[in-house]
């Protein structure tokens, strides 16, 4: 990879998903569960849309890469509708944990899926200037966009 910082940052953030998806799958407190599960729905937000301000929003002016990333938008909309359903549910109830199940399994497999096509994809068809120049407005945008998350929550 030829500037590989803006790689290594989503895999992080997508690492510590990873952790907090299963600390909520184990835990059987709701307020426990509930608290975790705040803290997942702020960091995906904030990271979502740090990553498409960044590595998206460069990869959808490249043809050779658009289409990677417009299906990387559209599972992240559908991650953020989960993410709303399981708002409005209640913790501890069957229609939760069913949903939340659903959601993991569709989360994990988009991560897995840029990390193992989209990115190497990316790097690619990224120099190495676009790659440094997408890890700074990573590194810009998601302490903002963290910001803004847990104002709405």
Avoid: C, N
Wanted: net charge negative; no cysteine.
């Amino acid at each position: 990879m030829a500037d590989a910082a803006i790689f290594e940052a989503l895999i992080k953030d997508h690492d510590l998903h990873r952790e907090l998806l299963a600390k909520i799958a184990d835990s059987k407190a709701d307020e426990e569960r509930k608290a975790l599960f705040e803290q997942f729905r702020v960091e995906v937000t904030a990271h979502a849309a740090a990553e498409e301000e960044s590595l998206y929003a460069t990869m959808l002016a490249k043809p050779d890469l658009r289409e990677e990333a417009q299906h990387s938008v559209a599972e992240h909309k559908e991650i953020d509708d989960f993410l709303k359903e399981l708002g409005d549910l209640e913790i501890g109830k069957d229609a939760w944990d069913a949903t939340f199940k659903h959601m993991m399994k569709r989360y994990l497999h988009h991560i897995d899926e840029e990390e193992e096509e989209m990115f190497p994809a990316a790097d690619d068809g990224l120099s190495g200037a676009d790659e440094k120049r997408l890890a700074g407005v990573f590194k810009r945008r998601k302490p903002a966009e963290l910001r803004q998350a847990k104002a709405e929550a």
